[in-house]
């Protein structure tokens, strides 16, 4: 018997967010996060403007390297790219030349052909031999017919 797949989840995210703080909320004494938000809140609180900085700098500096990253496709592409377009290309001036070379060839006629007395003689003998009957032909609409029996 097979498995039916899991039922689909609704999935919900939250948003983050950044509060930024000089000082610590009133009225509470310890230095840990009250309590009253669940746990699944996704704020962050930065109380440092150093760390707050380095921060902002690292988040830019990454999301610059990103910009670079896909903006700018990797060199590989562009080399297999250069090839593929040369030898496309190349095989068309390939195609052009063996065109150009076969039709400048003139064919020769059969008397402008050397004569030579061996190949003139066989030559002469196949003609002498009687061909073959071409195979009797039917038309389709001269066969008879049968009609099937049904079971």
């Known amino acids: 018997?097979?498995?039916?797949?899991?039922?689909?989840?609704?999935?919900?995210?939250?948003?983050?967010?950044?509060?930024?703080?000089?000082?610590?909320?009133?009225?509470?004494?310890?230095?840990?996060?009250?309590?009253?938000?669940?746990?699944?809140?996704?704020?962050?609180?930065?109380?440092?403007?150093?760390?707050?900085?380095a921060m902002r700098r690292e988040i830019a500096e990454s999301q610059r390297a990103h910009a670079r990253r896909s903006s700018n496709p990797p060199s590989q592409y562009l080399v297999w790219g250069g090839a593929a377009l040369a030898a496309f290309v190349l095989g068309g001036v390939v195609a052009l030349a063996v065109g150009a070379a076969t039709a400048s060839t003139p064919e020769l006629a059969p008397s402008a052909l050397p004569v030579d007395p061996a190949a003139a003689a066989r030559q002469q003998a196949q003609q002498a031999q009687p061909q073959p009957a071409p195979a009797p032909t039917v038309d389709l609409e001269d066969l008879p017919v049968e009609s099937r029996k049904r079971r």
Request: glycine share 6%; no cysteine; hydrophobic share 30%.
């Open 1 to 53: 018997m097979a498995h039916a797949p899991p039922p689909a989840a609704h999935l919900a995210q939250e948003k983050r967010s950044v509060v930024i703080s000089d000082k610590p909320p009133s009225g509470s004494a310890s230095s840990r996060p009250s309590r009253s938000r669940g746990r699944g809140d996704a704020t962050v609180v930065i109380r440092d403007r150093k760390k707050l900085e």
